[in-house]
């Protein structure tokens, strides 16, 4: 069975506290695109490939921690193959080893005939990571909590979407280390984007969109973004941002001659730039 992962954006990233258990409680808008990994999925001998000979192949692999935590959860299904052909950047803010979890899942609840619903999907997931819950419905999506709790949102109004990964990555934990919540400044106007969604408002959308962590960066890659923010914007985007915890910066764009431009701009200085859309969820 071949089925495709898609990478996910953060149209808004907040922190509203740090808890007493050490997590944060995160408020996140989120959105899949049409930037995808294909996953070829069969019975086999428990084995993982992928095309990256730098990802772990063994029970790091969160495709086969996934497989697992599906066989422990439902006693159903025999050790599968997975081969996976990444496109999705990693440690890119874009949630590629999540999508991959969540494509195990979905494709194993039909594999095995196990009927699932997707709720019940996403609750096996957040046994594998925070942002699987996500993954497995898709979509435009509320995340709060750690990232499992969700809820769905009206669709973001499809449009066209370039993501640039300049060639940096950025420690998650380093990240939280940094903020301090009662010194956040600038925040995302995330009811304003919900008010915007229900309003079928892209503009409206992409200009309430921010990621708290673009504060805390190291000042040179805050200079990397700003400036890959501004080739955007200079090209037509109605809003870009980060993509949590980056590096990766994105920009909606309703024309797509517009996201072209930005598109070529930005590939004669960065290797790792991408043309897509915007995806449905599954519910
Ligand atoms: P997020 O947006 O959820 O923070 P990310 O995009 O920053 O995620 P990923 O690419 O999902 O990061 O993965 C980061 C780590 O997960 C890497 O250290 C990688 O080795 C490990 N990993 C395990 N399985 C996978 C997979 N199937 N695809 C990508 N990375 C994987």
Known sequence: MNVLAYAKLNLTLDILRR??????????????????????????????????????????????????AFREATGLGGAVNIAIEKAI??????????????AVLRAMNQLTGAGLSLEALADIGQRVGSDVPYCVLGGTALAEGRGERLT???????????????????????????????????????????EALEKGD??????????V?????????????????????????LGASMSGSGPSVFGLFASEQDAKRAYRRLLEQYQSVFLCQTVDGLV
């Not at 995808?36 to 730098?54: K, P, Q």
């Not at 959308?205 to 990621?211: I, L």
């Not at 000042?219 to 955007?232: C, D, Q």
């Open 152 to 194: 769905l949102l009206p669709p973001l109004p499809h449009c066209h979407v370039v993501v640039c990964k300049p060639p940096f990555s950025i420690s998650t934990p380093w990240l939280f280390s940094q903020v301090k919540v009662h010194k956040i400044v600038r925040r995302p106007d995330t009811a304003g984007v919900m």
């Open 213 to 237: 962590f673009e504060d805390v960066l190291e000042p040179r890659h805050m200079a990397t973004i700003a400036a890959i923010k501004a080739v955007l914007i200079n090209c037509g985007a």
């Open 89 to 102: 950047p990693v440690c890119a803010g874009l949630a590629g080893g999540s999508a991959d979890a969540a």
């Open 202 to 211: 892209l503009a409206g959308v992409a200009r309430r969109m921010y990621n």
């Open 19 to 68: 808890r007493e258990d050490g997590y944060h409680d995160l408020q996140m808008v989120m959105e899949s695109i049409s930037l995808a990994d294909t996953l070829t999925i069969a019975n086999g001998e428990g084995e993982v490939s992928t095309n990256l000979r730098y990802l772990p192949t063994d029970r790091r692999n969160l495709a086969q921690m996934a497989a697992a």
